[in-house]
C-alpha cells in the first residue's frame, strides 16, 4: 500500500526513469539539490553524475536539451515554474516541434521539459501561469497535463520514452494537496488518451490539473442534488483524444469546459469547437466554458486571486445552469 | 545639550568620504531601515500575514551606495526584488514598504496585482517591473536611449542579481547599451548565490565586472558591504555616463544574509561557516564601526536613529495592517488604459 502526492510520484517516475535508461539525465536551475519544489530530492546521490545545474537561462536550458537528445541522449528538463519557460519559446516554436518534420522523420527529440504550472499559491503575475494554450498550438510537440499522482507516475515515464518532445505540465498547487493510494489505482501510460473519471448522464465536465479536482468536487456536492456529472481528466492536451472527448459530449448532450487560463485563447476553446463541429446534433444546449477573467495574469492579494481562479463552488453554478438549460 | 551640538566634528574624515554629513546620517538611516523592514516583513510571513516575502539583507550598502549616486526625482531607477534599500532612497515610506508586502488596495505598486517587492512608481522614477529576471535590462536601455534622443541629461540606474547575468537579455542590454553610448549604469549585486547555485555554478568567471570586455565597456567592482566605498565607485560612474561617456557594469560583491525567499530553506545549500563568515562583514555593522572610529557621529546619534527606525516600523505595521484590502472585482481594472 503506498500513498503519494503528485510531487513524490513525480519524483518516483524520475528515479525509475534514470534508473531504467543511461541515456536519461536531469538538468534545470537548483536541481542538484532537490529544485525549489523538491522534485529531484536525493536523486544527485542516487545517480551521481546526471543531475546538472544549469546557469539561470531557460532558453539554454531547451536549446541545449535539443542538442542533447538529437545526439541520442534522453535529457529531462526542468523549468523552474512554468512562468519562466518563455524565453525558450522559440526553442519549442522554431525547432523542438519541427525538428522530426523537417528531418522527415530522420532525427527526432526524445527530451522532457517538466515544469510546474497553476495558480492558487499566491505565485501572483509571475509564479501561477497556465501556459498550455501557448505550446499546444505547436503541432510536433506533446503536452501532457495529468491530475492525479498514478497518472503523473506513469505519464512521465511514457514522456521519457516517447521519441518525441513532450511538455510535461505539473500543476503546482497539487503537488501536496492531492495524494492517492498507487497501487491498483487507473494509471494512463499512452500519452494522447483521456480518462472518464466519473459517469453521470446530465453533462460533462472537461478539465485538467486543478481543475480537474474542483471539478469532481464540484460533482459530489451536484450529485447530492441529483445532478448528475461525467467527468473526463483530460491528462494529454496535444495530442488530444477526440474519440472520448465527442463519445462524452454525445452522451450527455451538455457540456463544461473548465480551466484556469484566461477565456479568450484559451485551450477551452478547441474543445469547444470540437464539440460544436462534430456533435452539433447531440448537443441539448450550447457549449459552455468556465475559465478565469480576460486579464493579463493572475493578482497575487488573497481577494483578487479567488475572483480570477475557478473553484468547485463556480463550476457547481455553471453546471447547475446548464442541467437546468 | 543635543548630540548635534556635542559632535566632535572631524571634517577631513568626512571630506574623504566625499559624502557629506547629512548624506552620511540618510546612508546609516536608510540601510537601517531597510534592514529593520526586512527583518519585521520576515517576522509577518512567518505569523501567516504576508504569504510571500523576498529581501534584501546583506545588500543594504551595495544598494543605498548605489540610489545614492544618482538624482531623485530626475534619473531613473529600474530596480529588481531585493531593492528595498534603492527605494527607500527613492522615496518609498516604511508605510508604504509595508502596504506593498500585505498587497493592500492602496499600495501604489500596483495595489496587490504583483507579489511584494515588485516595485515601480512613475512619478518617482522608479520603473515597474516583473519576476522574470534580466528583462528590465532592456527596459533601462530604452529609457536611456529615450533619453539620450531627447538631450534630457538623465542616467539609468538598473540592477540584478549575478546570477541573472547568464540570461540572453543581460547581454543583449549590455551589447545595445554601448554601442549606442547610452547613460545607463548596469548595476549587478553578486550576492554569491541564485537560489541554491554557487557562483561557480552560474558562470565560468570570477567576476561579473569582467563580461563587460566582451562588450568594450567600462566596468568596474567593488566591496558591496562598504556603503561608501560603493556611493564613491558608482557617482563617478553615473557623472560620467551623464557627461555622455556611455554605460557602465558595476559589480557590487555582497552577500545574501538571509534565505533566497520566504519559501526557501538556505541549511540545504550553504555551508553555515560561510554565513557565519559574511555575518561578520555585515554592512551596517561596518559602517557603524567606521563612523564612530572616524568619529563622524557620537554614539548617542547613531542611537537615536536605531530608535526612530524602530519607532517608524511598528507604526508602519500598525497603519498598514489597517488599511483596505483589494475587492475581488478589483482584478478587472486596468487591462487597458482608457
Ligand atoms: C527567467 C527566470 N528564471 C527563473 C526564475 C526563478 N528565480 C527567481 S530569483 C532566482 C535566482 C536569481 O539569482 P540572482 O540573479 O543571483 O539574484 P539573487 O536572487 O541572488 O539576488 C531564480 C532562479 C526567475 N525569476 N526568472
Ligand atoms: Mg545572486
Redesign the interface.
Given at each position: 500500500m503506498a500513498v503519494m502526492t503528485v510531487l513524490e510520484a513525480v519524483r518516483t517516475a524520475l528515479g525509475e526513469a534514470l534508473d531504467a535508461d543511461a541515456r536519461t539525465f536531469i538538468l534545470g536551475?537548483?536541481v542538484?539539490?532537490?529544485g525549489?519544489f523538491r522534485a529531484t530530492e536525493g536523486l544527485k546521490a542516487r545517480f551521481p553524475g546526471r543531475l546538472i545545474?544549469t546557469?539561470?537561462?531557460e532558453?539554454?536550458i531547451v536549446g541545449v536539451s535539443i542538442g542533447a537528445a538529437h545526439y541520442g541522449m534522453r535529457p529531462i528538463a526542468e523549468i523552474q515554474f512554468a512562468?519562466?519557460i518563455?524565453?525558450a519559446f522559440d526553442q519549442f516554436v522554431s525547432e523542438a516541434s519541427r525538428w522530426s518534420y523537417r528531418t522527415r522523420g530522420e532525427s527526432s527529440l526524445p527530451m522532457v521539459v517538466r515544469t510546474p504550472w497553476g495558480g492558487g499559491v499566491?505565485?501572483?503575475?509571475?509564479?501561477s501561469q497556465s501556459i498550455e494554450a501557448y505550446y499546444t498550438h505547436l503541432p510536433g510537440l506533446k503536452v501532457v497535463a495529468p491530475s492525479f499522482p498514478a497518472d503523473y507516475r506513469s505519464l512521465l515515464r511514457a514522456s521519457v520514452d516517447d521519441p518525441n518532445p513532450v511538455l510535461f505540465l505539473e500543476h503546482k498547487r497539487t503537488y501536496r494537496l492531492i495524494r492517492q493510494e498507487i497501487d491498483g489505482a487507473a494509471a494512463e501510460t499512452v500519452i494522447g488518451r483521456s480518462r472518464v473519471t466519473r459517469r453521470g448522464g446530465d453533462l460533462t465536465i472537461y478539465a485538467y490539473g486543478l481543475m480537474l479536482h474542483e471539478s469532481l468536487a464540484a460533482a459530489e456536492s451536484l450529485s447530492a442534488e441529483g445532478i448528475e456529472c461525467t467527468v473526463v481528466d483530460l491528462l494529454t492536451l496535444l495530442p488530444l483524444d477526440v474519440e472520448t472527448i465527442l463519445e462524452t459530449a454525445r452522451n450527455t448532450g451538455k457540456v463544461l469546459i473548465v480551466h484556469e487560463d484566461t477565456l479568450t485563447g484559451g485551450f477551452g476553446g478547441e474543445i469547444a469547437a470540437l464539440i460544436a463541429e462534430h456533435a452539433f446534433e447531440y448537443l441539448d444546449a450550447p457549449v459552455r466554458r468556465l475559465a478565469a477573467?480576460?486579464?493579463?495574469a493572475m493578482?497575487?492579494?488573497?481577494?483578487?486571486e479567488?475572483?480570477?481562479m475557478p473553484d468547485r463552488d463556480k463550476i457547481a453554478t455553471a453546471a447547475r445552469e446548464l442541467a437546468a438549460y | 545639550m543635543t548630540a548635534k551640538e556635542r559632535r566632535p566634528r572631524s571634517k577631513e574624515t568626512i571630506d574623504q568620504y566625499l559624502l557629506s554629513e547629512q548624506q552620511l546620517e540618510e546612508m546609516y538611516e536608510t540601510m537601517l531601515l531597510a534592514r529593520r523592514l526586512n527583518e519585521r516583513m520576515l517576522a509577518l510571513n512567518r505569523q501567516g500575514r504576508a504569504p510571500f516575502f523576498i529581501g534584501g539583507t546583506g545588500q543594504e550598502a551595495a544598494q543605498v551606495g548605489a540610489a545614492m549616486s544618482l538624482k531623485r526625482g530626475e534619473d531613473y531607477l529600474v530596480p529588481y526584488y531585493r531593492d528595498l534599500a534603492m527605494n527607500l532612497v527613492f522615496g518609498m515610506s516604511a508605510r508604504e514598504a509595508m502596504l506593498n508586502l500585505l498587497a493592500k488596495k492602496d499600495d501604489p505598486h500596483g495595489g496587490g496585482r504583483q507579489m511584494p517587492s515588485h516595485w515601480g512608481v512613475g512619478s518617482r522614477k522608479v520603473v515597474t517591473g516583473g519576476s522574470v529576471v534580466a528583462t528590465q535590462l532592456l527596459h533601462a536601455a530604452g529609457i536611456a536611449l529615450a533619453a539620450k534622443m531627447s538631450s534630457d541629461p538623465i542616467v539609468v540606474l538598473t540592477c540584478c542579481g549575478e546570477g541573472s547575468t547568464s540570461k540572453g537579455d543581460f547581454h543583449e542590454a549590455l551589447n545595445f547599451a554601448q554601442i549606442h553610448r547610452l547613460p545607463v549604469i548596469f548595476y549587478v549585486q553578486n550576492n554569491g548565490y541564485a537560489i541554491s547555485e554557487s557562483t561557480e555554478k552560474e558562470m565560468p568567471i570570477a567576476h561579473v565586472a569582467d563580461r563587460a570586455r566582451a562588450y568594450n565597456m567600462h566596468s568596474a567592482s567593488v566591496d558591496g558591504m562598504d556603503a561608501i566605498a560603493v556611493y564613491q565607485t558608482v557617482k563617478p560612474a553615473v557623472d560620467q555616463a551623464r557627461r555622455g561617456g556611455g554605460p557602465f557594469l558595476i559589480e557590487a560583491r555582497c552577500y545574501r544574509l538571509g534565505a533566497h525567499s520566504s519559501d526557501d530553506d538556505d541549511s540545504r545549500y550553504r555551508p553555515k561557516a560561510e554565513l557565519e563568515e559574511w555575518t561578520q562583514k555585515d554592512p551596517i555593522t561596518l559602517f557603524r564601526r567606521r563612523v564612530e572610529t572616524d568619529k563622524v557621529f557620537p554614539p548617542e546619534e547613531l542611537d537615536e536613529i536605531e530608535e526612530r527606525v524602530t519607532a517608524e516600523v511598528q507604526d508602519a505595521v500598525e497603519w498598514a495592517t489597517n488599511q483596505p484590502d483589494p475587492a475581488p472585482e478589483d482584478a478587472l481594472g486596468f487591462v487597458y488604459r482608457e
Open positions: 536551475e537548483d542538484e539539490t532537490g525549489v545545474d546557469p539561470l537561462a532558453s539554454s512562468d519562466f518563455h524565453s499566491h505565485g501572483g503575475q509571475h509564479h477573467p480576460d486579464i493579463p493578482p497575487y492579494a488573497h481577494a483578487m479567488a475572483f480570477f | -
